[in-house]
């Protein structure tokens, strides 16, 4: 099992451009999020989906949108990057939360510059 | 409002010693609260978890105190070692699981000496 793999590692993009980071899980987890870490900072929600076809905003939903068209994959698209934009990206899924099991397992992260 | 709160950026402790990462909280609604390890250039890795309905999970070296009364958490790492270096993020969880979110403090570095 590649358990939250994240695609790309790492992207440089200038002011205006737009992307998107594609987070892909096989453990067939019904919920996923997006985060960003900023230094000093900790983990904050961006958005987040308890199920395919299911988005919702987290805590920074700011200049993002998200899809999960499929229940292994949850993208995270920026239609116009801002230099505030910088920061490291984590991709979570887990089991739904009313199983015991409720710990969210993390992708290897994205690092994404905007100029 | 920060509603996890980890007042302490770093920590050194000697090898074989104990290492105590300390988490407040504010809201009481959240039921479960995590540990999390992160290396650099790493993704967050699950250590230990306790419910709100327990005071004490031990794990290994990794014991998890809860205090209600004080809102207040604590990892204890013993005996340390140096590949405990880290940085811990301390969790809790609210909304009793249905959406799984997460509310995490801003970490503490630990740095474990040889």
């Known amino acids: 099992n590649a358990g939250v793999t994240q695609t790309p590692k790492f992207r440089v993009l200038k002011t205006g451009q737009s992307m998107t980071l594609l987070c892909a899980q096989d453990?067939?987890?019904?919920?996923m999020y997006w985060y960003r870490q900023d230094p000093g900072m900790g983990l904050r929600l961006i958005h987040y989906?308890?199920?395919?076809?299911?988005?919702a905003k987290g805590e920074v939903p700011d200049g993002y949108n998200v899809s999960r068209l499929k229940k292994q994959n949850f993208l995270l698209g920026l239609e116009s990057a801002a230099p505030s934009q910088t920061s490291v990206y984590f991709c979570?899924?887990?089991?739904?939360?009313?199983?015991?099991?409720?710990?969210?397992?993390f992708g290897p992260g994205t690092r994404l510059t905007v100029l | 409002d920060q509603q996890v709160k980890q007042n302490s950026p770093s920590l050194s402790v000697q090898e074989g010693r104990i290492s105590i990462l300390n988490c407040d909280y504010t809201n009481s609604m959240f039921d479960y609260f995590l540990w999390y390890k992160k290396y650099p250039a790493e993704g967050p890795t699950f250590l230990i978890s306790?419910?709100?309905?327990?005071d004490k999970n031990e794990d290994g070296r990794f014991t998890v105190f809860l205090n209600k009364s004080a809102k207040h958490l604590s990892l204890h790492i013993v005996p340390s070692q140096p590949g405990d270096s880290a940085v811990y993020f301390c969790?809790?969880?609210?909304?009793?699981?249905?959406?799984?979110?997460?509310?995490f403090g801003k970490g503490t570095k630990l740095s474990v000496k040889p």
């Open positions: 969790a809790a969880r609210k909304d009793g699981g249905s959406q799984g979110n997460l509310i």
């Open positions: 979570a899924s887990s089991y739904s939360g009313w199983r015991e099991s409720h710990e969210q397992f």
């Open positions: 453990m067939n987890h019904e919920y």
């Open positions: 989906s308890v199920g395919e076809g299911t988005t």
């Open positions: 306790i419910s709100s309905i327990k």
